[in-house]
Structure formats: C-alpha cells, structure tokens
C-alpha cells in the first residue's frame, strides 16, 4: 500500500541536473516541446518544481541552457588555438567543443540535437541559435584575419563550417549508433581546408 512515506514502483527520484535533463529530452523526443509540460518532467523525475526551476529556471532553460554552454565551449577553444592556421583551429575547437558537450551529458547530448532539429515548435528559435553558433566562427575568423566580422569571407566560413557540423550530427543523429567524435575531424577537413586555400590566397594577394 502506498502511503504518504512510501513512493509508488517506477524510476526512482532523479539526485542530479544532468540526470533530471536526461529525462526531460526523453519526454520532449516523445511528445514535443509544445505538449512536454513542466508537471510531467516533474513526476517523471520524481522531484519538486522547486528543483526544476533551481536547475533550469523553465523548461526553455532545459533546451537552450545547454546549447548555449557549447557555444561558450567553443568560443573558448577557439581562442585556445590561436597557434594554429585559421581554419585548422576552427576545425580543432569545433571537436574539442563537441567532445566536451558530450561529456557534459553523454545520455542526453544527441537527444538534444534531435529535439532541436526536429521540433516544428522550435524552428525559428533553433535557427537563431545556430546563427549565433556561426557568428562566433565568423568573428573568429575575422579577428584572426583582419576583416570585418560581417564581410563576406568570415561570414562564408562560419555559415559553411555550421552547416557541415550540423549535417554530422544528422547522420549521428539518424544512425542511432556509439558516436567517434574525434571523425569530426575528418567530417569537417574538406570545408577547412577549401576555406584554408581561400585564407592563404587572401594573405598572398
């Protein structure tokens, strides 16, 4: 008999934000973002709102929190690599970034992926992000170069290296199978290096 010291069969109560999060891209892979609702992450995960929202602050806070968070990882590793040709370092943040958002939450780090590029409900906001995903190469790119972050060269760089990411994590996504991230490498080194041409081209002329 459940009483009110006894908790019904079922998944125990989540300890941890990245165990609560887990949960909460089962259910928005499930039903979508629109009928995802706080109440059902809650029991779901077995704890209070009071805990959803010191972890996330809402349920948009659960998909973008961690997106942003990548972002900073690679804004952070592009920096880290100034040592490197322009477009070789781009290539190097961008796995180092993947690598450290799939340690940050290696259950849920693709999940999140397909809730954002599938969601009907999520389109704009995910194109907005992405852009802003892009800009952060761009303005890499032209820091390192000496042109303006919106001429057209940058931009070129960080729209293309964007979209060449974005088709791996699709296949990743569809194939549903262990993930090599450090194949980024590979996936991305024909976009780099075409671009790299362009760059030695630029400096020569």
Not at 7 to 33: C, K, M, N, Q, W
Not at 126 to 141: K, N
Not at 178 to 203: H, K, M, N, S, Y
């Amino acid at each position: 008999m459940t009483t009110s010291r006894t908790r019904p069969r079922g998944r125990p109560p989540v300890s941890t934000r990245e165990a609560l999060e887990e949960i909460a891209f089962e259910l928005l892979l499930r039903d979508g973002y629109e009928a995802t609702t706080l109440q059902a992450i809650t029991t779901a995960g077995g704890v209070g709102r009071s805990t959803l929202f010191r972890y996330f602050g809402s349920k948009a806070g659960i998909v973008w929190g961690e997106f942003d968070r990548a972002v900073e990882r690679l804004h952070s590793a592009l920096h880290d690599a100034d040592d490197a040709p322009v477009m070789e370092a781009v290539r190097t943040a961008v796995v180092r970034s993947t690598h450290l958002s799939q340690a940050a939450a290696p259950d849920s780090w693709l999940d999140r992926f397909r809730v954002l590029d599938r969601d009907t409900a999520l389109v704009a906001e995910t194109a907005a992000h992405w852009r802003v995903w892009a800009e952060t190469v761009s303005r890499y790119a032209a820091e390192r170069t000496g042109l303006a972050a919106t001429a057209p060269l940058p931009s070129a760089i960080g729209g293309a290296v964007q979209a060449a990411y974005v088709a791996v994590l699709r296949r990743w996504a569809d194939a549903d199978e262990a993930v090599d991230i450090d194949e980024l490498d590979d996936e991305l080194r024909p976009v780099t290096d075409a671009f790299q041409a362009v760059l030695d081209g630029v400096t020569r002329g």
